[in-house]
């Protein structure tokens, strides 16, 4: 398994995680008649919401270093002396 396909996996788990969060608070919010619900519950969505931002500004960023790197090969090869010269 490719560092791609294993960070993607990651992304799409540490997503559902966050989801859970999130629907766990709304819960708290509601059957709390009022009062606050415990704040590790609370922030209990952060966590997994900044591994989310930075997976996914690596998988973001991921079509420009191809390309950067697509051009950086094509410049070698076109500049490289000719093997019979």
Partial sequence: MSARHAIRQFHRWVSMAFTLTVIANFVALGL????????WITYAPLLPLALLLFTGLYMFALPYLDRRAERRVNRANREAPAAGA
Wanted: proline share 25%; glycine share 24%.
């Fill in 32 to 39: 709390g008649k009022g009062a606050q619900p415990p704040a």
